[in-house]
C-alpha cells in the first residue's frame, strides 16, 4: 500500500489533521522537502478525535482540489494550518474559508457537497489510516518501490529521503562502466 505512484521510485506519503498543531508545524517542511527533491506527494485526511472542526476543513480542502484547483487546496491547508490558533470552532472555520474564498476570488457553494462524494473520500482516507493502525498525526511516510521510511521527527525527513533514495540506487541493476577511447 505504501508505494509511489506508478512511473515513481519514491513518493513522500502523508496523514494529516487540519486541526493538529504538529501537522501545521510540518507542513512547510514536507512542502520543502517535495519541492527540494522533486518526487510525488501523496496527501491523505486522519482525523484525530476531540479535533471538533477538522472534518469539515478537509471536506472544504477536498472541494478545492477535486473542483477548483489542487494548488489553492494547498494554499487553503496552508492559511487554515497557520491561523489554527484564531479557528475556535466550525462557525470560526466557516467564516475563516469564507474569506479565503472572496480572497481569492471565489465563493463558497451553498451546497458544498450535494451528492456526498467528498464526505466519502474524506472518510475513505480515515478508513486507510485506521486500517494501518494510524494513531497519531503527523504520519509521514518515504515510499520506494522496496520499502518505507516512517520519519517520526521532521528535521529527519531530508536525511529519509536521501536514505530512500540510496535504497533504490543500490537494488538498480548496475550498468557495465562505458570505456571511453
Not at 58 to 76: C, F, G, H, K
Not at 103 to 111: A, D, T
Not at 127 to 149: C, D, M, N, Q, Y
Not at 167 to 173: C, D, N, R, T
Request: aromatic share 12%; net charge negative; with cysteine.
Amino acid at each position: 500500500m505504501l508505494i509511489p505512484p506508478p512511473g515513481d521510485k519514491i513518493a513522500l506519503i502523508e496523514w494529516e489533521d487540519l486541526e493538529c498543531p504538529a501537522c501545521a508545524h510540518a507542513f512547510p517542511f514536507v512542502h520543502m522537502a517535495v519541492a527540494h527533491y522533486h518526487i510525488p506527494y501523496i496527501r491523505y485526511d486522519f482525523h484525530i478525535p476531540g479535533h471538533p472542526w477538522s472534518y469539515q476543513a478537509s471536506i472544504y480542502a477536498r472541494y478545492l482540489q477535486d473542483d477548483v484547483s489542487p494548488e489553492l487546496a494547498t494554499e487553503y491547508r496552508r492559511e487554515v494550518f497557520a491561523s489554527q490558533f484564531e479557528i475556535a470552532g466550525p462557525d470560526d472555520l466557516t467564516r475563516f474559508t469564507q474569506e479565503f474564498f472572496a480572497r481569492h476570488g471565489k465563493q463558497l457553494p451553498f451546497v458544498l457537497d450535494p451528492h456526498g462524494q467528498l464526505a466519502r473520500e474524506v472518510n475513505a482516507d480515515d478508513a486507510l489510516g485506521e486500517k494501518l493502525g494510524l494513531t497519531e498525526t503527523p504520519t509521514i511516510v518515504v515510499a520506494t518501490t522496496k520499502g518505507w521510511i516512517q520519519v517520526k521527527d521532521v528535521s529527519d525527513l531530508y536525511q529519509a529521503i536521501d536514505q530512500a533514495e540510496a535504497m533504490v540506487k543500490s537494488s538498480s541493476p548496475s550498468h557495465p562502466a562505458s570505456k571511453s577511447k
